[in-house]
């Protein structure tokens, strides 16, 4: 059975922690060097249902996306408006389980968080949307672009999307003509609304991503195509913990570790439930109006019934 400081070198070789913006906040956050590792547990979130879930299950190392202080704080006392991080510290010290970051680092890593969620989407990799130019290969970087198995309309690429991210209260918002054509696509996992400019440089149909707000959003879509595809910020990430535990798996198999990784599907993104219109218009609609532009039938977008269960009814994998 491996060390903690054993894995992590392993793991330090697929997201290494150079590749990580100066403002960002990775690596162990606790956990003891040479604690044994048996059972490791991958998700987006160090919040307090995936520790719950982390301690059921008999985990000694939870690896998640995002830190869980990007920010120095001077205690991780559980009481507080910010205790609920000092809780987290706390439940993972006193159960024995080690935290560890991979956030943007794993976003430019080869393969890493984007390249997870392309894959979901069915998409060919040609490359990343922001090249590393410390990356003579040209693997690494930020976003990727990809294309289409076979050419769809952006109604459809939209339904196949949803189909394929797991299932949150909010889906997606889609901005765009439902029957432009679309074949290129960048995506972007997590916030991706600072890569616009490279986005239309890439010359895409379509632009995968999460938390576009209005004034990105309403220019890009003033500009021209390429067609909007906003999901939730979770279900964008998500992907990459598959893809991490089937990495640290082919790792494990290598070094006769016998690890036992899982993904948790507990649903973390932070909204919970999704307000629609479930009574269609009966006049047409006017320019202006809420509804305008949006297409019948495209998931996720006002004016269509949202049929998606709470998701803490789900059962079985997110996909
Ligand atoms: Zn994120």
Redesign the pocket.
Known sequence: MPTLSEVLAELDTLWPAELAESWDAVGLVCGEPEAEVSRVLFA?DPVREVVEEAVRIGADLLVT??PLYLRGTTTVAPVGPAGFKGRVVHDLIGNGVALLVAHTNADRADPGVSDALAEALGLRITGPLVPDPADPAGHRGLGRIGETAAPLTLAEFARRAAEALPRTATGLRIAGDPQAPVRTVAVC???GDSLFAQVRAAGVDAYVTADLRHHPASEAQQAGPPALVDAA?WAT?WPWCEQAAAQLDAISDRHGWALRTHVSYEVTDPWTAHAAHTVAPETPETPGSPEAGNAPGIPGTPGTPDTTPSPSTRTGAPR
């Open positions: 987006v996306h995002h996992g997590g916030s910020h990430e």
